[in-house]
């Protein structure tokens, strides 16, 4: 199709973030970069809600403030805990040992057990039913460097409420009247989306291991069947593919890819996995000459 | 009659990737095959579109025969991104801006601005010192060539820049008429810090961060500044006195940031912007990771419910394709050791969301599924088999064992069995996906079964 | 039809024998009911933990039994007639009987393992239809949901004395659709209790607790189905919680009576419990209340119009007619060629869940946290895909025509019919043979489906069913091999 009959309406925002540019592989898309992030592979995307509530700025993966104009000032330092009624932290329960009844896991540093809920979420209602107004958060009353659970009833002296303005999330098209599929620079600036991942990258791709990102960064790969019905196959970072079997990755095993081997030479140490297996542009590669 | 009222750049998110290979990444697409559905995405190779090195314009559109990541050289081919500028014109439809599109209005391509900015602030996010900041900045720019996007710091050593990639205004030809931006991403490399070892160091291709001006290499993260990255320390570095990790003062030559275009037409001046970033490849180019940044930006959009606008096919299709990418992430997991089992004998064996579990909470160290159902092969078989279930267009049974985001913390053996299981999410407990995902799965499970006819209907995956 | 447990009943439930004193002089011998003490006796031609294990036998068959009943009557809910102010309403109620059955499904696989604990063998095997056992609360049939057949499930579910009004009603629409007074499910468990309670009866080195590992545990087959710390969830439909399975494993007396009282205490809100919002029965009632509440045009609405008993006869157009009590049960043969492939195809994944349930016990499970992982965990995860499986078949099966001549009249639905035997061979190498037997036998239907029957053409769900059986079929063979490495 050429470019004149492509058409898209204005206020189609997923047609325009999925849009495919011509000549653009589906890894130049959003879909492909992943975002249940710790901190991320693409993006550290925790920061666009950094800078939702007008005066204050948190933290983008704790519900700590870490800084506040000067209207604001005595907030620095605090945590907040519930924004416009939705709470903005969780219970941490479990057992402490096997079998146990669940209960409260607490500890000297988080003598609550509490933990903050990650922004995109615990945000959502807010962003969606209160941008451009004013709602009530609810923040600790003084600085808390740990966490802190909500008191069972408010008002309460450990906590205050403080009337703050939300702000949109995405730019404005004042032809359309609605909102535009761009994050608003005011939310992030250049820099922002990136500041929380690894420096260099390199050094979270092996030691997070990999339990939230396989589709982006392998783990078990050339996976094959076993006499017994079970599986046996490759560590993605496997410098050899036979004998074919996962190595356990303790951090210092030589059968696996170094930090140091990723510093030097990432892009001819690492394979493309396709269908599972090593892309063909990699199989011909000698075993042991890696 | 084609009045241009606004711009927007398209796509808004361009995500580069990086890699040294001379040639960019050539286009695919990953597609569904219909007679082996449970099979993974197919990747065919898609209209390439080649730029003239000099005259910076596209010269072809070819199909590449077969589809290869690296140069055959040990470099990966960098994805490179084009962004679209779009036009909302009077009939209040997006169309893309061409040339055609221009003289309508009376302006011609060098009338387009462009201006890219983009930073790298990871040293400063550690340090928080703002000199540490890497920024760029073409300024504004209308002609055809590449523009460096050449990053300075403070800190840096006299003379010294960190590449960041380039930027190119594509020249539009009759053939190839629209007005785009290409962005090049960096080459991938490590950099360090200048002084006593970094010249040295055979990790780095340079040295670029002085150290006498700044902290970054022998920076510690201070355990309980409440400020640090979650999770904490993740820099390279060295062991040091009294469990601290000391920075060995490397950077990368990620970065993202804006890309603004401007046009002044009848005396209007219209601008927009759209954003860029450059990351690591995606190594597993036929797989989609369960929640993606398209998920998050859905939910920002439209809120985390479901709503009239949703149909309950649109529900269905996305708990298919939830499945989908589900199987997609198991298929590349060694479940049974992701699960916390003992193996070989060794407990505790690798990073895992289970010692994650005891190390931040002190919950008691057991794997999260049963230990004998998690071998990758049957797991793997389980998903593929939930997803031919669905395909009969049987309602989605699984919603009610969905994660909620508000029940991250239960960290009983019933809470962590929720799904996704065996994944971190961003909150660092176990991955729940987006309330919206969520609320769209339960509304196809509540909607299905009114149904009169066959089958789901074909759905494809990404492009 | 009586089955071979029947000549043992009177152990339990003597009124059956009332109109026949022959048999029952005999048994007083043996001494019935010991109505004062309420003390089991033992029946002639067992001693007591053969007795359990008959009693174990007929306690599967009847959660087994229920479960499946259950499952048809949810199956026939839905359909583009139900009204739309009403689908809130019943995608509510369907739930809340899907999740019985789930539970059900828990009760079955528990029976499992204290069969398994007492030596045992297992027992998946169920009457066909129509049937009716005298321990059966009401003669099996599959019936689509109705004020009445879901009367006879509150009454199964009932507590021993649940008495008023509501109960006259409830039972009176209960008798209508099973032309008898139902039975209650209760009484089975109380009587197997009161044995297993008694050390002289069932001493305690009969509870084998190394058979642990080859029982069935919550963590294998409960798929986070259970009350959690923060209560029952909301499940699939908001309004609906989801259900708690209980999947307990038994390695002594003491475990194996708490495994009864929870099974027993789900099923019917035991002793004065009445109140108890998550049993069965309250459930069920809940549920009838609110359906008795609908005039009774819109009460027919709620379910797809599909037949009673639907099979797959092979001489079509030969109608069962069974007298049972006073109820005449029929079945209802599919003639429709197109509609009995898929009813068979049914049939086939049901035997396929039974026999992957029942080779899942042959296997053990990992003794500590890991170890070297055998086929169980596949063949797990495996049976839950049959579940899957039946699910979207069903689907199927409620929307097609059960007549060749009808194309518009009554819909069949799922036939659930036993096969022939559900006996595993003994060595494990000819239990993988079977389980490929089936996979083709399988494979032979989905390709049958997909080329003779245009309106299966290119179906989405045949040709992922037809890819998943090619994947299984590999992984056997690998197994049947031995092929590749077995680490």
């Not at chain 1, 008002?155 to 909102?179: N, Y």
């Not at chain 2, 606004?6 to 007679?35: H, Q, S």
């Not at chain 2, 993740?234 to 950077?251: E, F, Q, V």
């Not at chain 3, 053969?50 to 039994?65: C, K």
């Amino acid at each position: 199709m050429s470019d004149d009959e492509l058409r898209i309406h204005p206020l189609n925002l997923t047609a325009q973030i999925d849009h495919r540019a011509a000549g653009n592989p589906p890894s130049t898309l959003p879909e492909s970069a992943i975002s249940n992030a710790y901190p991320g592979l693409e993006f550290d995307i925790r920061n666009i809600w950094r800078r939702l509530l007008v005066g204050i700025e948190l933290h983008e993966a704790d519900n700590y403030v870490v800084d506040a104009d000067a209207d604001h000032e005595r907030l620095k330092g605090r945590r907040l805990l519930a924004v416009a009624g939705h709470d903005v932290i969780g219970d941490l329960v479990g057992p402490t040992r096997p079998g146990a009844d669940p209960g409260p896991l607490t500890s000297a540093v988080n003598p609550d057990g509490v933990m903050m809920l990650e922004w995109s979420n615990s945000l959502a209602d807010v962003l969606a039913d209160h941008a451009g107004e004013t709602v009530t958060c609810l923040f600790t009353s003084g600085p808390a460097p740990n966490p802190v659970g909500k008191p069972a009833k408010v008002p309460d002296p450990s906590v205050e409420e403080v009337e703050l303005e939300v702000r949109s999330l995405f730019a404005h098209s004042e032809a359309a009247g609605g909102p535009l599929p761009v994050i608003a620079e005011e939310m992030a600036g250049p820099g922002d989306l990136t500041r929380g991942l690894c420096s260099p990258w390199q050094n979270d791709y092996r030691e997070c291991a990999c339990y939230y990102w396989a589709a982006s960064r392998p783990d078990y790969v050339n996976v094959e069947l076993t006499g017994l019905g079970t599986s046996t196959g490759n560590h993605w970072f496997a410098k050899d593919r036979e004998p074919r079997e996962y190595v356990l990755d303790n951090r210092t095993d030589s059968r696996l890819v170094s930090y140091d081997d990723l510093f030097r030479d990432w892009q001819g140490r690492l394979r493309f996995i396709v269908g599972g297996d090593d892309a063909p542009e990699h199989v011909e590669t000698e075993p042991g000459d890696r | 009659m084609t009045a241009i009222l606004e711009l927007r750049i398209l796509p808004p998110l361009a995500i580069g990737r990086l890699g040294a290979a001379t040639e960019p990444m050539d286009n695919y697409t990953a597609e569904l095959d219909p007679d082996e559905p449970l099979a993974p995405r197919v990747l065919v190779p898609a209209p390439t579109l080649r730029v003239d090195r000099t005259s910076g314009e596209i010269v072809d559109d070819e199909v590449p025969e077969e589809l290869r990541f690296t140069d055959g050289h040990g470099k990966v081919k960098p994805v490179a991104p084009f962004v679209e500028v779009w036009a909302l014109t009077e009939e209040l439809v997006l169309r893309p801006l061409t040339m055609e599109l221009l003289r309508a209005n009376k302006v011609e391509p060098k009338d387009v601005r462009w201006r890219t900015r983009v930073g790298n602030h990871k040293i400063e996010r550690r340090t928080y010192d703002l000199k540490d900041r890497v920024d760029a900045d073409t300024g504004w720019f209308t002609d055809h060539g590449e523009h460096a996007l050449t990053g300075r710091c403070a800190n840096f050593l006299a003379d010294k820049t960190l590449p960041l990639g380039h930027v190119r205004y594509i020249k539009p030809t009759a053939e190839y008429p629209g007005i785009r931006l290409r962005f090049t991403p960096a080459g991938g490399y490590v950099y360090g810090s200048g002084g006593m070892i970094g010249e040295h160091d055979p990790n780095v291709v340079d040295a670029l961060y002085d150290s006498t001006k700044g902290t970054w290499r022998g920076h510690v993260d201070k355990p309980g500044d409440p400020r640090l990255t979650i999770p904490n320390s993740i820099y390279a570095g060295d062991d040091g006195p009294h469990g601290t990790w000391i920075s060995r003062g490397y950077l990368d030559d990620e970065c993202d940031g804006l890309v603004d275009v401007e046009l002044t037409v009848g005396g209007r001046k219209l601008t927009a912007y759209g954003r860029i970033g450059a990351g690591p490849p995606a190594y597993a180019p036929d797989s989609v990771p369960v929640r993606t940044i398209a998920d998050e930006l859905d939910q920002a959009l439209f809120g985390p419910r479901a709503g009239d606008h949703d149909t309950p096919e649109d529900a269905h299709k996305v708990a298919e394709e939830v499945l989908r990418r589900a199987l997609e992430s198991v298929r590349l997991m060694n479940t049974a050791v992701m699960n916390g089992n003992t193996v070989d004998g060794r407990v505790d064996a690798a990073s895992t969301m289970v010692r994650q579990d005891s190390a931040d909470t002190g919950r008691t160290f057991e794997p999260i599924m049963a230990p004998s159902l998690v071998d990758t092969a049957a797991v793997f078989a389980l998903h593929q088999d939930v997803l031919a279930a669905l395909r009969s267009g049987t309602a989605p049974w699984f919603a009610d064992v969905l994660r909620d985001y508000d029940e991250v913390g239960d960290l009983t053996a019933k809470g962590r069995r929720k799904m996704p299981a065996l994944m971190r999410g961003a909150d660092g407990r176990s991955l729940a996906l987006t309330r919206r995902q969520v609320d769209l799965v339960r509304k196809a499970a509540r909607q299905e079964i009114f149904r009169q006819g066959q089958g789901a209907d074909e759905s494809g995956g990404p492009g | 039809m009586r089955s071979r447990v029947h000549r043992h009943m009177a152990s339990v439930l003597p009124e059956l024998f009332d109109e026949q004193p022959a048999a029952m002089a005999y048994l007083a011998v043996a001494g019935p009911l010991g109505e004062a003490e309420k003390k089991p006796v033992l029946p002639p031609e067992f001693n007591w933990r053969d007795y359990t294990v008959m009693l174990l036998h007929v306690a599967a068959e009847i959660e087994h039994s229920l479960m499946v009943q259950y499952l048809f009557a949810a199956y026939s809910m839905g359909g583009p007639q139900v009204p739309d102010e009403l689908r809130k309403k019943v995608r509510g109620w369907q739930e809340i009987i899907l999740g019985i059955a789930k539970e059900e499904m828990g009760h079955l696989v528990t029976v499992q393992n204290l069969l398994t604990s007492l030596g045992g063998p297992i027992n998946l095997d169920r009457e066909d239809y129509p049937w009716g056992s005298d321990f059966y609360p009401f003669p099996f049939t599959l019936r689509r949901l109705t004020r009445e057949s879901l009367a006879a499930y509150v009454v199964a579910e009932s507590p021993a004395k649940w008495t008023g009004d509501l109960a006259k009603k409830v039972k009176t629409d209960a008798e209508v659709a099973t032309g008898k007074t139902v039975n209650r499910v209760g009484e089975l468990y109380g009587r197997i209790d009161a044995i297993l309670g008694n050390r002289e009866h069932i001493p305690d080195e009969l509870f084998h607790a190394e058979t642990l590992p080859y029982q069935a545990s919550w963590d294998e087959w409960g798929r986070g189905y259970t009350r959690g710390e923060r209560g029952q969830d909301a499940g699939n439909v908001e309004t609906v919680k989801s259900p708690e399975l209980l999947v307990f494993g038994v390695f002594s007396r003491d475990s194996a009576r708490k495994a009864l009282h929870e099974i027993g205490e789900q099923g019917e809100a035991v002793g004065a419990d009445e109140q108890d919002e998550t049993s069965h029965f309250k459930r069920f009632l809940g549920i009838y209340a609110e359906l008795a509440e609908l005039p009774q045009g819109k009460q027919d609405l709620v379910a797809r119009p599909i037949a009673e008993n639907p099979v797959t006869a092979h001489r079509l157009n030969e109608s069962v007619v069974v007298q049972y009590a006073a109820r005449t049960v029929t079945t209802n043969p599919i003639t429709d060629p197109g509609t009995a492939l898929w009813g068979h195809l049914f049939n086939l994944r049901y035997r396929m869940l039974l026999t992957d349930i029942s080779h899942a016990f042959r296997l053990a499970g990992p003794l500590d946290n890991g170890g070297v992982l055998t086929g169980r965990g596949a063949l797990v995860h495996r049976a839950f895909a049959e579940m899957y499986n039946l699910r979207a078949l069903a689907g199927r099966l409620v929307e097609l025509p059960l007549d060749k001549d009808k194309p518009d009249g009554t819909r069949a639905g799922p036939p659930f019919e036993m096969p022939y035997s559900l006996e595993l061979p003994d060595r494990d190498r000819d239990r993988w043979l079977l389980q490929r037997d089936l996979v083709e036998a399988s494979r032979l239907l989905t390709d049958q489906l997909l080329e003779t029957n245009p309106a299966c053409v290119g179906d989405p769900y045949v040709v992922a069913l037809r890819e998943s059986d090619r994947r299984a079929s590999e992984q056997i063979e690998h197994i049947l091999d031995r092929k590749g490495c077995t680490g």
